[in-house]
């Protein structure tokens, strides 16, 4: 899967460089103005961004307590969260990654990533998303009381037979 997303973004990297390299100006350069060389195709940090912004698949999370409370989460190709919605909610919300670690003592490595919540400008709640073989974890905990809501991969929902989905859970 990773390979794939990694083929997938040197390709789409290199259509945009073949793009951007045959439109010509028509009209006059001024003297600062240079014709492209091999060290003008390094992404700026803005194409980064814009690259990392870009939904590469979903997981779908049931709360364990109350399995009729369901979460989506939407990452990057790099693995790192970049909103989630709960079921029946109209709005996404976005995440904004605190920290992340990574753990080999195990049968399997276990990654934890720590997100804030960000709803209107303001930290709401935090995600500790925990994965670890083929399962992944979610907690929630919310600002305001404190309360924490613990969340299971949905592998019926969010497996296929090319990885993880790639469309919103709903």
Not at 33 to 38: D, G, H, I, L, Q
Not at 129 to 154: C, E, M, P, S
Request: aromatic share 12%; with cysteine.
């Amino acid at each position: 899967m990773k390979t794939k997303i990694f083929y997938f973004f040197m390709c789409l990297s290199f259509l945009l460089l073949l793009n951007c390299s045959d439109k010509k100006k028509t009209s006059e350069t001024s003297e600062t103005e240079t014709t492209a060389t091999v060290k003008d195709s390094i992404p700026t940090k803005d194409a980064v961004k814009e690259i990392d912004a870009v939904v590469s698949h979903y997981i779908c999370y049931t709360n364990d307590k109350k399995p009729s409370l369901e979460l989506s989460i939407a990452f990057n190709a790099a693995g790192n969260a970049l909103f989630a919605k709960y079921k029946g909610q109209q709005d996404s919300i976005p995440l904004q990654n605190v920290k992340e670690d990574f753990k080999n003592d195990g049968a399997y490595p276990t990654i934890t990533q720590l997100y804030e919540e960000i709803y209107n400008g303001k930290k709401n709640g935090t995600y500790e998303l925990t994965h670890a073989g083929n399962w992944d974890y979610a907690k929630y905990t919310r600002q305001k009381d404190g309360k924490v809501f613990l969340f299971t991969i949905n592998h019926d929902l969010t497996v296929t037979g090319n990885g993880y989905r790639e469309t919103p859970c709903f």
